[in-house]
């Protein structure tokens, strides 16, 4: 098993400009989350989802659209990207439908927005 | 929502000490807690986790403790070595919860 892939690892974008990032995982994990990290702030959650077709807001949403199509799917989109959306990006995975058991990480994409 | 808090923000142990982080909760609905560790660089990985029914939980030179009543709970390093050198997370979550993580605590082990 890959675990949870996340593409891609370094990337450097332009304020304005829009990109999707890309998390994928082979362990059949209904729950599904990305989180923001910045120095002193701990992991923010932007959007989870508990299974195909169904996504909710974390507490740092805006600026970020995300779709869940499939089980091993579910990509973290940037609308129009600001230099506040610079950051180091995680998906993360767990079993069941809930937040009952431990997440596996991806090994996460650092985005510089200049 | 939940609120997670942690503390110390900054930890440093001679090697062979012990040491201790705790968060505290607030939302009483929240049921599971894991602790993650961070290297540098890495990924955050699971280490350790307890469930509301159970007060403490050991794996080798790791435990976890929780208190419902109060809302908080602890992890607990043994024998520290200089390889436990990380940032260490703690989470709340549970049921169709988020999972609401601490700001982390950066641990330096001192050989």
């Known amino acids: 098993n890959a675990g949870v892939t996340q593409t891609p690892k370094f990337q450097v974008l332009k304020t304005g400009q829009s990109m999707t990032l890309q998390c994928a995982q082979d362990?059949?994990?209904?729950?599904m989350s990305w989180y923001r990290q910045d120095p002193g702030m701990g992991l923010r959650l932007i959007h989870y989802s508990v299974g195909a077709g169904i996504t909710d807001q974390g507490e740092v949403p805006n600026g970020y659209n995300v779709s869940r199509s499939t089980t091993e799917d579910f990509p973290l989109r940037l609308l129009s990207a600001a230099p506040s959306q610079t950051s180091v990006y995680f998906c993360?995975?767990?079993f069941g439908q809930g937040a009952n058991y431990g997440y596996t990480f991806g090994s996460g994409t650092r985005l510089t927005v200049v | 929502g939940e609120n997670v808090e942690q503390h110390p923000s900054t930890l440093s142990v001679q090697e062979g000490d012990s040491a201790v982080i705790k968060c505290t909760y607030s939302d009483s609905a929240s049921n599971y807690f894991p602790w993650y560790k961070q290297e540098l660089g890495k990924r955050p990985q699971l280490i350790i986790d307890?469930?509301?029914?159970?007060g403490e939980k050991k794996d080798q030179r790791i435990a976890v403790t929780l208190n419902k009543t109060a809302k908080h709970f602890s992890l607990h390093i043994t024998e520290t070595q200089p390889e436990d050198s990380a940032v260490y997370f703690c989470?709340?979550?549970?049921?169709?919860?988020?999972?609401?993580f601490g700001i982390g605590t950066k641990l330096q082990v001192i050989p």
């Open positions: 993360a995975s767990s």
């Open positions: 362990m059949n994990h209904e729950y």
């Open positions: 989470a709340a979550g549970g049921g169709y919860q988020k999972v609401t």
């Open positions: 307890i469930r509301s029914n159970v």
